[in-house]
């Protein structure tokens, strides 16, 4: 069965303090993997796609990287702003697009 | 504005009643779709839409309804509400190309009584 783990569920970090959040998966083909970000009371928002092992992108304070059962954001230097749920989702080989989405990480960064 | 919208954003019905969200999109997006979040258990699909008229079912499609007559439009019909409906209600959308990503609109947060 596929299935995507994240942890921790919840990091609760002090401004500055870089940390990294930890997204596993076991699926049965991988087409792409996929970090959101979702503010309370609001649609999660697209953060990066990643489709290779090895590969990396990165957006302001974020890198995510990806590796062969598991992809990490991680988060350097970290604002008060960059308090959200990160979601981490994957697409399995098929036409469908249907993304399998994990329980997501709440971050909490303390000025 | 271009986008994805949803409406309402908070509902509240009663048990048994018949409730619909909607969903429209300004991008033409071929592929829609329709998840649930709930606490501990993350976003489910429940359908989703490879373009207008072809509908399909997701992981929770028990007790829900779709149609889409146009590529725009996506609702959600609820025919007999339950308690256990409750729940938050997402629509998205993505391109028919090979990028996947999905654009999520701002949910719908429905209580049912």
């Known amino acids: 069965e596929d299935q995507v783990t994240q942890s921790p569920e919840a990091l609760r970090l002090q401004e500055g303090e870089s940390s990294s959040l930890n997204c596993s998966y076991t699926?049965?083909?991988?087409?792409?993997l996929f970090w959101y970000r979702q503010d309370p009371g609001k649609g999660p928002e697209f953060l990066f796609t990643l489709y290779s092992a090895g590969e990396e992108k990165e957006k302001e304070r974020l890198k995510a990287t990806l590796t062969k059962k598991e992809s990490f954001l991680h988060i350097t230097a970290p604002k008060p702003e960059d308090s959200a749920t990160y979601l981490c989702?994957?697409?399995?080989?098929?036409?469908?697009?249907?993304?399998?989405f994990g329980q997501g990480t709440t971050l909490q960064v303390k000025p | 504005d271009a986008g994805i919208t949803q409406s309402p954003r908070y509902k509240i019905t009663e048990t048994g009643r018949q409730v619909t969200l909607m969903c429209h999109q300004t991008?033409?997006?071929?592929?829609m779709f329709w998840y649930r979040q709930d606490l501990g258990h993350g976003l489910r699909l429940i359908y989703y839409s490879a373009a207008a008229d072809i509908t399909d079912k997701g992981e929770v499609p028990d007790g829900y309804v779709v149609s889409r007559s146009k590529t725009e439009n996506f609702p959600l019909t609820l025919e007999s509400a339950t308690r256990s409906q409750t729940s938050v209600y997402f629509c998205a959308s993505r391109t028919r190309d090979n990028s996947y990503e999905q654009y999520f609109g701002p949910g719908t947060r429905l209580t049912v009584t």
């Open positions: 991008w033409s997006h071929s592929y």
């Open positions: 989702a994957v697409q399995v080989s098929s036409n469908t697009g249907k993304l399998i």
């Open positions: 699926v049965s083909g991988l087409r792409g």
